[in-house]
């Protein structure tokens, strides 16, 4: 992640369901980790989502990419790292680390792209309120 940019941290230990049968965390489990990321790194600039889907928009996700590097298991606690990597007018893409807390490192990384959209299902801008404060934290020196 870039030093210079506003990053979110979430922090939680990996719940039995989300491993397979030799309690390793199921690859699908780290895309929902990133969502939390996500939410949390919302409320942490001060706009949860919640608030974004009250004024009618949603950003629906149009790309996601996971890189594994190691595995993580049942009963771990691991950090999920969230930060704006880009910022247009009606897009957003996120990026995350998984680090193991117990030692900070990195289990995988990834990143998600999102289009704003209306409750129709209409391309929309993001509201100019949310682009300002993601400008601010992630620009922020």
């Known amino acids: 992640m870039k030093d210079h940019i506003f990053v979110s941290e979430s922090r939680f230990r990996v719940r039995y369901a989300e491993t397979d049968a030799m309690r390793i965390v199921h ?4 895309i929902i980790w990133f969502e939390e990321g996500r939410s949390e790194y919302m409320r942490q600039i001060g706009f949860p989502y919640s608030r974004l889907e009250k004024m009618g928009f949603y950003l629906a996700v149009t790309e996601i990419k996971a890189r594994y590097l190691r ?11 969230t930060s704006v990597g880009s910022l247009q007018s009606r ?3 996120f990026e995350y680390e998984v680090l193991r807390a117990s030692n900070g490192e990195l289990l995988a990384e990834g990143e998600s ?29």
Do not use: F, M, Q, W
Not at 71 to 81: N, P, Q, T, W
Not at 119 to 133: A, F, H, Q, T
């Open 113 to 141: 792209k999102h289009i704003c959209i209306n409750s129709g299902g209409k391309p929309r801008r993001l509201p100019s309120e949310i682009v300002d404060l993601i400008r601010r934290s992630t620009y922020a020196v």
């Open 91 to 93: 897009g957003i893409t």
């Open 71 to 81: 595995a993580a298991k049942y009963d771990e606690e691991v950090i999920v790292r």
């Open 27 to 30: 690859h699908s489990s780290y």
